[in-house]
Protein backbone atom coordinates (compact mmCIF):
# COMPACT_ATOMS: atom_id res chain seq x y z
CA UNK A 1 0.00 0.00 0.00
CA UNK A 2 1.17 3.39 -0.88
CA UNK A 3 1.77 5.84 2.26
CA UNK A 4 -0.50 9.06 2.66
CA UNK A 5 2.94 11.31 1.51
CA UNK A 6 2.74 8.74 -1.54
CA UNK A 7 -0.91 9.47 -2.22
CA UNK A 8 -0.11 13.08 -2.20
CA UNK A 9 2.37 13.39 -4.03
CA UNK A 10 1.51 11.21 -6.84
CA UNK A 11 -1.67 12.42 -7.01
CA UNK A 12 -0.14 15.79 -7.29
CA UNK A 13 1.81 14.96 -10.35
CA UNK A 14 -0.32 12.88 -11.97
CA UNK A 15 -3.78 14.56 -11.77
CA UNK A 16 -5.87 12.84 -9.17
CA UNK A 17 -6.29 9.85 -7.12
CA UNK A 18 -9.04 6.81 -8.06
CA UNK A 19 -12.35 7.93 -6.06
CA UNK A 20 -12.79 4.47 -5.09
CA UNK A 21 -10.08 2.89 -3.54
CA UNK A 22 -7.78 6.36 -2.96
CA UNK A 23 -4.88 4.57 -4.75
CA UNK A 24 -2.62 6.43 -7.44
CA UNK A 25 -4.27 7.12 -10.23
CA UNK A 26 -1.40 6.70 -12.65
CA UNK A 27 -1.35 8.21 -16.52
CA UNK A 28 -2.57 4.82 -17.33
CA UNK A 29 -3.22 0.98 -16.68
CA UNK A 30 -0.48 -1.30 -16.32
CA UNK A 31 -0.25 -3.13 -19.52
CA UNK A 32 -1.01 -7.27 -18.92
CA UNK A 33 -0.61 -9.74 -21.56
CA UNK A 34 -0.18 -13.96 -21.33
CA UNK A 35 2.41 -14.37 -23.97
CA UNK A 36 4.75 -11.72 -25.07
CA UNK A 37 5.13 -8.13 -24.22
CA UNK A 38 7.68 -4.88 -25.55
CA UNK A 39 8.24 -1.37 -24.36
CA UNK A 40 9.76 0.93 -26.13
CA UNK A 41 10.07 4.69 -26.31
CA UNK A 42 7.65 4.53 -30.03
CA UNK A 43 4.62 2.87 -30.72
CA UNK A 44 5.38 1.79 -34.00
CA UNK A 45 8.72 0.24 -32.58
CA UNK A 46 7.11 -1.06 -30.33
CA UNK A 47 4.03 -2.56 -32.60
CA UNK A 48 6.77 -3.66 -34.52
CA UNK A 49 8.70 -5.44 -32.00
CA UNK A 50 5.62 -7.63 -31.32
CA UNK A 51 5.00 -7.83 -34.76
CA UNK A 52 8.38 -10.35 -34.95
CA UNK A 53 7.71 -12.33 -31.43
CA UNK A 54 4.22 -13.50 -33.42
CA UNK A 55 6.02 -14.22 -36.34
CA UNK A 56 8.20 -16.58 -34.11
CA UNK A 57 11.09 -14.42 -33.61
CA UNK A 58 12.78 -14.41 -29.98
CA UNK A 59 12.49 -11.35 -27.88
CA UNK A 60 16.41 -10.49 -29.12
CA UNK A 61 14.52 -10.41 -32.44
CA UNK A 62 12.07 -8.04 -31.23
CA UNK A 63 14.73 -5.97 -29.48
CA UNK A 64 16.86 -5.36 -32.81
CA UNK A 65 13.82 -4.82 -35.12
CA UNK A 66 12.48 -1.93 -32.05
CA UNK A 67 16.19 -0.84 -32.18
CA UNK A 68 16.54 -0.49 -35.68
CA UNK A 69 13.11 1.34 -36.16
CA UNK A 70 14.24 3.71 -33.53
CA UNK A 71 16.85 4.69 -35.00
CA UNK A 72 14.72 5.91 -37.96
CA UNK A 73 11.71 7.26 -35.84
CA UNK A 74 13.58 8.80 -33.34
CA UNK A 75 17.40 10.07 -34.09
CA UNK A 76 17.22 12.78 -31.30
CA UNK A 77 18.09 9.92 -29.33
CA UNK A 78 19.98 6.98 -31.08
CA UNK A 79 20.96 5.67 -34.27
CA UNK A 80 23.27 2.98 -35.80
CA UNK A 81 25.87 5.64 -35.37
CA UNK A 82 26.05 4.72 -31.45
CA UNK A 83 26.25 2.29 -29.09
CA UNK A 84 24.53 0.10 -27.67
CA UNK A 85 24.38 -2.37 -23.82
CA UNK A 86 22.06 -5.18 -23.17
CA UNK A 87 21.23 -7.80 -20.50
CA UNK A 88 19.49 -11.00 -21.73
CA UNK A 89 17.91 -13.62 -19.52
CA UNK A 90 18.13 -16.89 -21.42
CA UNK A 91 15.12 -18.90 -20.23
CA UNK A 92 17.09 -22.42 -21.24
CA UNK A 93 20.21 -21.68 -19.36
CA UNK A 94 18.31 -19.77 -16.45
CA UNK A 95 21.37 -17.46 -16.86
CA UNK A 96 21.91 -13.71 -17.26
CA UNK A 97 24.15 -12.17 -20.46
CA UNK A 98 25.38 -9.02 -20.62
CA UNK A 99 26.67 -7.13 -23.56
CA UNK A 100 28.56 -4.21 -24.13
CA UNK A 101 28.72 -2.97 -27.60
CA UNK A 102 30.75 0.24 -26.77
CA UNK A 103 33.11 1.78 -29.10
CA UNK A 104 36.83 2.84 -28.92
CA UNK A 105 38.24 6.27 -29.70
CA UNK A 106 40.19 6.17 -33.05
CA UNK A 107 44.01 5.25 -32.86
CA UNK A 108 45.09 8.18 -34.42
CA UNK A 109 44.38 11.28 -32.49
CA UNK A 110 46.01 11.29 -29.15
CA UNK A 111 46.34 13.32 -25.96
CA UNK A 112 48.49 15.89 -27.44
CA UNK A 113 46.66 16.55 -30.12
CA UNK A 114 43.57 18.04 -28.13
CA UNK A 115 46.31 19.93 -26.03
CA UNK A 116 47.72 21.31 -29.57
CA UNK A 117 44.50 22.98 -30.47
CA UNK A 118 44.21 24.29 -27.00
CA UNK A 119 41.64 22.49 -25.62
CA UNK A 120 40.70 21.90 -21.94
CA UNK A 121 38.19 19.67 -22.62
CA UNK A 122 36.66 17.39 -26.02
CA UNK A 123 34.12 19.47 -27.45
CA UNK A 124 30.60 18.48 -27.65
CA UNK A 125 30.32 18.27 -31.41
CA UNK A 126 31.99 17.92 -35.14
CA UNK A 127 34.44 15.49 -35.55
CA UNK A 128 36.81 15.33 -32.45
CA UNK A 129 34.50 13.31 -29.94
CA UNK A 130 33.50 10.57 -32.39
CA UNK A 131 34.31 7.28 -31.29
CA UNK A 132 33.83 4.22 -33.30
CA UNK A 133 29.88 3.08 -33.46
CA UNK A 134 28.89 -0.52 -31.61
CA UNK A 135 25.78 -0.74 -31.79
CA UNK A 136 25.44 -2.99 -35.27
CA UNK A 137 28.42 -5.13 -33.82
CA UNK A 138 25.67 -5.40 -30.94
CA UNK A 139 22.98 -6.50 -33.04
CA UNK A 140 24.84 -9.12 -34.50
CA UNK A 141 26.20 -10.48 -31.56
CA UNK A 142 23.00 -10.65 -30.01
CA UNK A 143 21.35 -12.49 -32.64
CA UNK A 144 24.42 -14.99 -33.45
CA UNK A 145 23.52 -16.72 -29.48
CA UNK A 146 19.76 -15.39 -29.18
CA UNK A 147 18.13 -14.89 -33.11
CA UNK A 148 15.52 -17.01 -34.17
CA UNK A 149 15.03 -15.12 -37.87
CA UNK A 150 17.06 -13.59 -40.08
CA UNK A 151 18.47 -10.20 -39.50
CA UNK A 152 17.42 -9.00 -43.02
CA UNK A 153 13.75 -10.02 -41.43
CA UNK A 154 14.43 -8.24 -38.31
CA UNK A 155 15.53 -4.97 -40.36
CA UNK A 156 12.92 -5.15 -43.12
CA UNK A 157 10.28 -3.18 -41.09
CA UNK A 158 12.68 -0.38 -40.26
CA UNK A 159 13.80 -0.35 -44.15
CA UNK A 160 10.11 0.24 -45.44
CA UNK A 161 9.40 2.70 -42.46
CA UNK A 162 12.41 4.46 -43.97
CA UNK A 163 11.30 4.08 -47.49
CA UNK A 164 7.56 4.90 -47.27
CA UNK A 165 7.48 6.91 -44.48
CA UNK A 166 5.94 7.58 -41.10
CA UNK A 167 4.28 10.67 -38.86
CA UNK A 168 7.01 11.78 -36.44
CA UNK A 169 5.69 12.04 -32.65
CA UNK A 170 5.47 14.79 -30.59
CA UNK A 171 8.51 14.74 -27.89
CA UNK A 172 10.58 13.81 -30.49
CA UNK A 173 9.41 16.82 -33.17
CA UNK A 174 10.29 18.89 -29.92
CA UNK A 175 14.26 17.50 -29.46
CA UNK A 176 14.56 17.57 -33.31
CA UNK A 177 13.71 21.00 -33.60
CA UNK A 178 15.90 22.28 -30.97
CA UNK A 179 19.05 19.94 -32.75
CA UNK A 180 18.74 21.34 -35.88
CA UNK A 181 20.36 24.94 -35.16
CA UNK A 182 23.16 23.36 -33.22
CA UNK A 183 23.90 20.84 -36.02
CA UNK A 184 23.33 22.43 -39.34
CA UNK A 185 27.23 23.36 -39.63
CA UNK A 186 28.31 20.13 -39.58
CA UNK A 187 28.33 18.49 -43.18
CA UNK A 188 25.84 16.38 -44.45
CA UNK A 189 23.01 17.05 -41.29
CA UNK A 190 21.27 19.03 -42.76
CA UNK A 191 20.80 17.65 -46.18
CA UNK A 192 20.04 14.47 -44.07
CA UNK A 193 18.14 15.45 -41.05
CA UNK A 194 15.68 18.65 -42.02
CA UNK A 195 13.19 19.36 -44.30
CA UNK A 196 14.46 22.72 -46.63
CA UNK A 197 16.85 23.49 -43.30
CA UNK A 198 14.27 22.23 -40.71
CA UNK A 199 12.87 19.81 -38.34
CA UNK A 200 10.50 17.66 -39.35
CA UNK A 201 6.76 19.05 -37.35
CA UNK A 202 4.52 16.89 -35.27
CA UNK A 203 2.73 14.06 -37.40
CA UNK A 204 4.64 15.09 -40.57
CA UNK A 205 5.86 12.57 -42.47
CA UNK A 206 9.38 11.68 -42.52
CA UNK A 207 11.43 9.30 -45.04
CA UNK A 208 15.17 8.66 -45.13
CA UNK A 209 15.66 6.67 -47.93
CA UNK A 210 19.81 6.71 -47.10
CA UNK A 211 19.23 5.26 -43.75
CA UNK A 212 16.61 2.51 -46.07
CA UNK A 213 19.73 1.82 -48.17
CA UNK A 214 22.67 1.74 -45.48
CA UNK A 215 20.07 -1.00 -43.40
CA UNK A 216 19.62 -2.99 -46.69
CA UNK A 217 23.67 -3.53 -47.10
CA UNK A 218 23.89 -4.39 -43.20
CA UNK A 219 20.77 -6.97 -44.13
CA UNK A 220 22.24 -8.49 -46.73
CA UNK A 221 26.46 -8.25 -46.13
CA UNK A 222 26.41 -8.90 -42.52
CA UNK A 223 27.74 -6.60 -39.82
CA UNK A 224 31.19 -6.57 -42.56
CA UNK A 225 28.83 -4.17 -44.60
CA UNK A 226 28.98 -1.87 -41.93
CA UNK A 227 32.99 -2.22 -40.98
CA UNK A 228 34.54 -3.16 -43.53
CA UNK A 229 32.65 -2.65 -46.57
CA UNK A 230 31.77 0.45 -48.44
CA UNK A 231 30.02 1.99 -45.35
CA UNK A 232 33.10 1.77 -43.39
CA UNK A 233 34.93 3.91 -46.42
CA UNK A 234 32.64 6.09 -46.68
CA UNK A 235 32.78 6.76 -43.19
CA UNK A 236 36.67 6.96 -43.40
CA UNK A 237 36.21 9.70 -46.44
CA UNK A 238 34.21 11.74 -44.68
CA UNK A 239 36.18 11.97 -41.63
CA UNK A 240 39.39 12.80 -43.90
CA UNK A 241 37.82 15.17 -45.90
CA UNK A 242 36.44 17.12 -42.54
CA UNK A 243 39.50 17.48 -40.21
CA UNK A 244 38.39 14.16 -39.04
CA UNK A 245 40.40 10.94 -36.96
CA UNK A 246 37.88 8.08 -37.61
CA UNK A 247 39.48 5.86 -40.19
CA UNK A 248 38.52 2.31 -42.00
CA UNK A 249 41.01 0.74 -39.62
CA UNK A 250 38.94 2.06 -36.40
CA UNK A 251 36.19 0.44 -37.75
CA UNK A 252 37.56 -2.46 -39.26
CA UNK A 253 39.39 -3.30 -35.72
CA UNK A 254 35.90 -2.94 -33.37
CA UNK A 255 35.25 -5.83 -31.58
CA UNK A 256 32.24 -5.42 -28.65
CA UNK A 257 33.07 -7.55 -25.82
CA UNK A 258 30.39 -10.12 -23.62
CA UNK A 259 30.42 -9.76 -19.72
CA UNK A 260 29.27 -10.99 -16.58
CA UNK A 261 26.83 -8.73 -14.96
CA UNK A 262 27.06 -8.25 -11.62
CA UNK A 263 24.88 -7.12 -8.60
CA UNK A 264 23.63 -6.67 -5.34
CA UNK A 265 20.60 -7.65 -3.57
CA UNK A 266 18.00 -5.35 -1.91
CA UNK A 267 15.88 -6.20 0.57
CA UNK A 268 15.56 -9.91 -0.83
CA UNK A 269 15.62 -8.58 -4.56
CA UNK A 270 18.58 -9.24 -6.62
CA UNK A 271 19.47 -5.89 -8.70
CA UNK A 272 21.72 -6.73 -11.99
CA UNK A 273 23.95 -3.92 -13.91
CA UNK A 274 27.09 -4.29 -16.08
CA UNK A 275 30.32 -3.19 -14.63
CA UNK A 276 31.77 -0.45 -16.16
CA UNK A 277 32.78 1.30 -18.40
CA UNK A 278 29.40 2.33 -17.75
CA UNK A 279 28.06 3.50 -14.81
CA UNK A 280 25.83 0.83 -13.65
CA UNK A 281 27.05 0.28 -10.69
CA UNK A 282 26.69 3.25 -9.39
CA UNK A 283 23.11 2.83 -8.69
CA UNK A 284 24.29 -0.53 -6.43
CA UNK A 285 25.79 1.84 -4.89
CA UNK A 286 23.18 3.62 -4.10
CA UNK A 287 20.84 0.71 -3.16
CA UNK A 288 23.07 -0.93 -0.39
CA UNK A 289 23.88 2.87 1.29
CA UNK A 290 19.69 3.15 1.30
CA UNK A 291 18.82 -0.74 2.35
CA UNK A 292 19.61 0.22 6.20
CA UNK A 293 17.16 2.54 6.31
CA UNK A 294 13.21 2.27 6.97
CA UNK A 295 12.03 4.27 4.05
CA UNK A 296 8.91 2.92 3.66
CA UNK A 297 8.06 4.47 7.00
CA UNK A 298 9.01 7.83 6.12
CA UNK A 299 7.26 7.69 3.38
CA UNK A 300 7.48 8.62 -0.33
CA UNK A 301 7.85 12.36 -1.03
CA UNK A 302 8.96 12.69 2.79
CA UNK A 303 12.09 14.77 3.21
CA UNK A 304 13.77 11.79 5.26
CA UNK A 305 13.47 10.26 1.73
CA UNK A 306 14.83 12.85 -0.71
CA UNK A 307 17.71 13.44 1.93
CA UNK A 308 18.69 10.07 2.18
CA UNK A 309 18.49 9.64 -1.40
CA UNK A 310 20.78 12.49 -2.89
CA UNK A 311 23.43 11.62 0.08
CA UNK A 312 23.75 7.99 -0.78
CA UNK A 313 23.90 9.65 -4.57
CA UNK A 314 26.70 11.95 -3.59
CA UNK A 315 28.24 9.13 -2.12
CA UNK A 316 28.30 6.82 -5.21
CA UNK A 317 29.09 9.43 -7.67
CA UNK A 318 32.08 10.68 -5.65
CA UNK A 319 33.45 6.73 -6.54
CA UNK A 320 32.27 7.01 -9.97
CA UNK A 321 33.85 10.21 -10.76
CA UNK A 322 37.27 8.85 -9.66
CA UNK A 323 36.55 4.86 -10.63
CA UNK A 324 34.93 4.25 -13.73
CA UNK A 325 36.69 3.89 -16.60
CA UNK A 326 37.21 1.47 -19.74
CA UNK A 327 38.83 -1.90 -17.49
CA UNK A 328 41.01 -2.33 -20.42
CA UNK A 329 43.16 0.69 -18.95
CA UNK A 330 42.08 0.73 -15.50
CA UNK A 331 40.63 -1.65 -13.49
CA UNK A 332 37.71 -0.80 -11.57
CA UNK A 333 37.60 -2.20 -7.97
CA UNK A 334 34.09 -3.37 -8.57
CA UNK A 335 33.97 -6.03 -6.28
CA UNK A 336 35.14 -3.67 -3.03
CA UNK A 337 32.52 -0.57 -4.84
CA UNK A 338 29.55 -2.86 -4.67
CA UNK A 339 29.73 -4.63 -1.61
CA UNK A 340 27.20 -4.17 1.45
CA UNK A 341 30.95 -4.02 3.72
CA UNK A 342 32.03 -0.68 2.02
CA UNK A 343 28.49 0.39 1.96
CA UNK A 344 28.71 0.48 6.31
CA UNK A 345 31.71 2.28 5.57
CA UNK A 346 30.76 4.70 3.46
CA UNK A 347 27.56 5.01 5.21
CA UNK A 348 28.97 6.86 7.93
CA UNK A 349 29.33 9.91 6.54
CA UNK A 350 25.24 10.31 6.25
CA UNK A 351 24.20 12.67 8.58
CA UNK A 352 20.23 12.67 8.73
CA UNK A 353 20.28 16.30 9.61
CA UNK A 354 23.03 17.96 6.99
CA UNK A 355 23.80 17.47 3.56
CA UNK A 356 27.36 17.33 2.76
CA UNK A 357 28.63 20.25 0.94
CA UNK A 358 32.11 17.67 -0.92
CA UNK A 359 32.62 14.23 -0.52
CA UNK A 360 35.65 12.63 -1.45
CA UNK A 361 35.75 9.11 -3.28
CA UNK A 362 36.14 5.70 -0.70
CA UNK A 363 39.23 4.88 -3.10
CA UNK A 364 41.39 6.34 -4.32
CA UNK A 365 42.69 5.34 -7.82
CA UNK A 366 45.90 3.12 -7.98
CA UNK A 367 46.54 3.42 -12.07
CA UNK A 368 47.78 0.64 -13.97
CA UNK A 369 49.19 2.90 -17.16
CA UNK A 370 19.89 12.93 -21.82
CA UNK A 371 19.56 11.42 -25.41
CA UNK A 372 19.53 7.54 -25.52
CA UNK A 373 16.54 5.03 -26.03
CA UNK A 374 15.94 2.34 -23.74
CA UNK A 375 13.72 -0.77 -24.58
CA UNK A 376 12.66 -4.06 -23.32
CA UNK A 377 11.07 -7.21 -24.57
CA UNK A 378 9.66 -10.50 -23.14
CA UNK A 379 8.69 -13.58 -24.95
CA UNK A 380 6.44 -16.45 -24.99
CA UNK A 381 9.72 -18.46 -24.21
CA UNK A 382 10.64 -16.51 -21.58
CA UNK A 383 13.63 -14.71 -22.56
CA UNK A 384 13.85 -11.24 -21.96
CA UNK A 385 16.38 -8.34 -23.03
CA UNK A 386 17.02 -4.71 -21.60
CA UNK A 387 18.55 -2.79 -23.92
CA UNK A 388 19.70 0.76 -24.04
CA UNK A 389 21.14 2.64 -26.81
CA UNK A 390 22.86 6.23 -27.62
CA UNK A 391 24.11 8.67 -30.02
CA UNK A 392 24.89 10.25 -26.70
CA UNK A 393 24.13 14.02 -26.61
CA UNK A 394 20.65 14.36 -28.21
CA UNK A 395 21.47 13.24 -32.27
CA UNK A 396 25.02 13.16 -31.55
CA UNK A 397 27.80 14.66 -33.07
CA UNK A 398 26.14 16.65 -36.23
CA UNK A 399 29.18 14.47 -38.52
CA UNK A 400 26.75 12.84 -41.07
CA UNK A 401 28.45 10.98 -43.88
CA UNK A 402 27.23 11.37 -47.36
CA UNK A 403 24.23 9.12 -48.46
CA UNK A 404 24.45 7.30 -45.42
CA UNK A 405 21.34 8.44 -43.59
CA UNK A 406 22.46 8.30 -39.37
CA UNK A 407 24.69 10.69 -37.43
CA UNK A 408 27.92 9.41 -35.60
CA UNK A 409 27.47 9.84 -31.92
CA UNK A 410 29.71 12.29 -29.59
CA UNK A 411 30.63 9.67 -26.83
CA UNK A 412 34.35 10.76 -26.94
CA UNK A 413 33.21 13.97 -25.18
CA UNK A 414 32.78 11.80 -22.16
CA UNK A 415 37.00 11.80 -21.58
CA UNK A 416 38.95 13.40 -19.21
CA UNK A 417 41.73 15.67 -20.97
CA UNK A 418 44.31 15.02 -18.22
CA UNK A 419 46.95 12.93 -17.56
CA UNK A 420 46.73 10.42 -14.85
CA UNK A 421 42.75 10.11 -14.53
CA UNK A 422 41.36 6.93 -15.44
CA UNK A 423 39.10 7.91 -17.72
CA UNK A 424 41.74 10.04 -19.27
CA UNK A 425 41.75 10.21 -23.14
CA UNK A 426 43.75 7.47 -24.83
CA UNK A 427 43.89 6.21 -28.77
CA UNK A 428 41.90 3.09 -29.19
CA UNK A 429 40.30 3.35 -25.50
CA UNK A 430 36.24 3.57 -24.59
CA UNK A 431 35.12 6.53 -22.88
CA UNK A 432 33.14 6.20 -19.77
CA UNK A 433 29.36 5.38 -20.20
CA UNK A 434 26.03 6.88 -18.88
CA UNK A 435 24.10 4.57 -21.20
CA UNK A 436 23.06 1.21 -18.45
CA UNK A 437 20.60 -1.59 -18.82
CA UNK A 438 19.22 -2.86 -15.53
CA UNK A 439 17.82 -6.05 -14.36
CA UNK A 440 15.89 -7.40 -11.20
CA UNK A 441 15.69 -10.97 -10.06
CA UNK A 442 14.32 -12.64 -7.09
CA UNK A 443 15.32 -16.45 -5.52
CA UNK A 444 16.46 -16.59 -8.96
CA UNK A 445 14.00 -16.28 -11.42
CA UNK A 446 13.49 -13.00 -13.57
CA UNK A 447 11.56 -10.72 -11.38
CA UNK A 448 11.93 -6.70 -13.69
CA UNK A 449 13.85 -5.81 -17.14
CA UNK A 450 14.11 -1.97 -16.85
CA UNK A 451 15.93 1.10 -17.69
CA UNK A 452 15.89 5.02 -17.31
CA UNK A 453 17.46 6.82 -20.30
CA UNK A 454 18.83 10.26 -19.53
CA UNK A 455 22.69 10.33 -18.66
CA UNK A 456 23.61 10.86 -15.22
CA UNK A 457 19.56 10.73 -14.41
CA UNK A 458 20.01 7.14 -15.15
CA UNK A 459 21.63 5.27 -11.95
CA UNK A 460 19.30 7.46 -10.20
CA UNK A 461 15.96 6.82 -12.02
CA UNK A 462 17.32 2.89 -11.47
CA UNK A 463 17.07 3.45 -7.97
CA UNK A 464 13.96 5.72 -7.48
CA UNK A 465 11.90 3.42 -9.14
CA UNK A 466 13.02 0.69 -7.11
CA UNK A 467 12.10 2.13 -4.03
CA UNK A 468 9.15 2.69 -5.54
CA UNK A 469 8.37 -0.55 -6.55
CA UNK A 470 9.72 -2.21 -3.24
CA UNK A 471 9.66 0.28 -0.53
CA UNK A 472 6.59 2.70 -1.15
CA UNK A 473 4.68 -0.29 -2.54
CA UNK A 474 3.62 1.18 -6.41
CA UNK A 475 2.87 -0.86 -9.19
CA UNK A 476 4.91 -0.86 -12.34
CA UNK A 477 3.23 2.31 -13.95
CA UNK A 478 3.07 4.64 -11.04
CA UNK A 479 6.55 3.62 -10.19
CA UNK A 480 7.28 5.64 -13.31
CA UNK A 481 4.39 8.23 -13.21
CA UNK A 482 5.39 9.39 -9.38
CA UNK A 483 7.44 12.10 -9.42
CA UNK A 484 11.21 12.18 -9.49
CA UNK A 485 14.22 13.51 -7.87
CA UNK A 486 17.02 14.36 -9.44
CA UNK A 487 20.66 15.50 -7.93
CA UNK A 488 22.92 17.74 -10.58
CA UNK A 489 26.28 19.07 -9.26
CA UNK A 490 28.54 15.88 -8.21
CA UNK A 491 32.04 15.60 -9.32
CA UNK A 492 32.10 14.38 -13.25
CA UNK A 493 34.37 11.80 -14.72
CA UNK A 494 34.56 13.60 -17.73
CA UNK A 495 35.04 17.45 -19.00
CA UNK A 496 37.79 19.08 -16.44
CA UNK A 497 36.00 16.75 -13.40
CA UNK A 498 35.80 19.40 -10.70
CA UNK A 499 35.45 18.48 -7.91
CA UNK A 500 31.81 19.20 -5.80
CA UNK A 501 31.86 21.89 -3.22
CA UNK A 502 28.55 23.60 -2.55
CA UNK A 503 26.62 20.22 -2.56
CA UNK A 504 25.48 20.47 -5.86
CA UNK A 505 21.55 21.07 -6.27
CA UNK A 506 18.53 19.00 -5.93
CA UNK A 507 15.75 18.93 -8.88
CA UNK A 508 12.68 18.15 -8.38
CA UNK A 509 10.15 17.22 -10.45
CA UNK A 510 6.12 18.77 -9.47
CA UNK A 511 4.48 16.81 -7.08
CA UNK A 512 6.79 17.03 -3.96
CA UNK A 513 5.13 18.68 -1.05
CA UNK A 514 6.80 22.13 -0.32
CA UNK A 515 7.17 21.04 3.31
CA UNK A 516 9.55 18.71 1.95
CA UNK A 517 11.32 21.54 0.29
CA UNK A 518 11.65 23.82 3.16
CA UNK A 519 13.03 20.77 5.35
CA UNK A 520 15.35 20.10 2.92
CA UNK A 521 16.43 23.62 2.60
CA UNK A 522 17.26 23.43 6.79
CA UNK A 523 19.18 20.52 6.40
CA UNK A 524 21.44 22.61 4.10
CA UNK A 525 20.08 21.73 0.48
CA UNK A 526 19.86 23.74 -2.78
CA UNK A 527 16.33 22.92 -3.92
CA UNK A 528 15.11 23.95 -7.51
CA UNK A 529 12.31 22.68 -9.48
CA UNK A 530 13.06 21.79 -13.20
CA UNK A 531 11.25 20.65 -16.33
CA UNK A 532 12.77 18.14 -18.64
CA UNK A 533 15.74 16.29 -16.81
CA UNK A 534 13.89 13.10 -15.67
CA UNK A 535 14.36 10.45 -17.88
CA UNK A 536 12.85 8.13 -19.93
CA UNK A 537 11.34 4.85 -18.43
CA UNK A 538 10.85 1.72 -19.73
CA UNK A 539 10.03 -1.71 -17.83
CA UNK A 540 8.40 -5.22 -18.16
CA UNK A 541 7.64 -7.69 -15.24
CA UNK A 542 7.16 -11.13 -15.01
CA UNK A 543 3.57 -11.67 -13.65
CA UNK A 544 3.52 -14.39 -11.13
CA UNK A 545 0.16 -15.75 -12.31
CA UNK A 546 1.74 -16.00 -16.05
CA UNK A 547 2.35 -13.75 -18.96
CA UNK A 548 4.06 -10.53 -18.62
CA UNK A 549 2.71 -6.78 -16.88
CA UNK A 550 4.15 -3.59 -19.07
CA UNK A 551 4.78 -0.09 -18.38
CA UNK A 552 5.99 2.82 -20.47
CA UNK A 553 7.25 5.87 -19.69
CA UNK A 554 4.51 9.31 -19.39
CA UNK A 555 6.95 11.76 -20.19
CA UNK A 556 7.77 10.61 -23.47
CA UNK A 557 5.33 9.44 -26.70
CA UNK A 558 6.53 6.28 -25.91
CA UNK A 559 4.37 2.59 -25.72
CA UNK A 560 4.19 -0.92 -23.46
CA UNK A 561 1.89 -3.13 -25.50
CA UNK A 562 1.70 -7.15 -25.55
CA UNK A 563 -0.31 -9.93 -26.91
Known amino acids: MLTLAALAACAAATGAADRIT ?13 NAMAATSHPLA ?68 FERRGLSEVPSHGPLPVTV ?18 MAENLAPAIAYARNGHPVHEV ?32 ETWKNPNLANTLQQIAEGGRDAFYKGGIARTIDAYFKANDGFLSFDDLAAHEGEWVDPVSTSYRGYDVWELPPSGQGIAALQILNLLEPYDLKAYGFGSPEHVHLFTEAKKLAFADRAASYADPEFYRSPVERLISKAYARERGKLISMDRAMPAVEPGIIPQLNEGDTIYLTTADADGMMVSLIQSNYRGMGSGMAPPGLGFILQDRGEQFVLKQGHPNSFAPGKRPFHTIIPAFVTRDGKPWLSYGVMGGAMQPQGHVQILLNLIDFGMNLQEAGDAPRIQHDGSTEPAGQAEPMADGGRIELETGFPYETVRALMRKGH ?38
Open 526 to 563: SVRFADGPYGGYQAIMANPHGGWTGASESRKDGQAAGY
Open 133 to 150: PGAVDGWFALHGRFGRRT
Open 172 to 203: IAYYWDRSVPRLSKWPGFREQFTIDGRAPRRG
Open 46 to 113: TQIALDVMKAGGSAVDAAIAANAALGLMEPTGNGIGGDLFAIVWDPETRKLHGYNGSGRSPKSLSLAE
Open 22 to 34: GHTFATRSEVHAP
